[in-house]
């Protein structure tokens, strides 16, 4: 993918006026939509994206649990 290419699929989440948390939950929000729409355009099928990201979301959070323990 050229810089063009990309670009249609990151959104950039604006800081100005937004909170700290609000700046980070509006960061996933985005990569998430961003992921979905690549996903949609990459041809596979909604049950598979939401499994798929589901399944990444689960592991990002069981991994830094067990880095906590």
Do not use: C, H, W
């Amino acid at each position: 993918m050229n810089k063009d290419e990309l670009e249609i699929f990151i959104t950039e989440f604006p800081k100005d006026g937004f909170s700290l948390v609000d700046q980070l939950q509006g960061r996933v929000q985005f990569a998430i939509l961003d992921q979905i729409k690549l996903m949609k355009t990459s041809g596979i099928e909604f049950e598979e994206i939401q499994k798929i990201i589901l399944n990444n979301v689960q592991r990002i959070i069981e991994n830094y649990k067990s880095t906590e323990e």
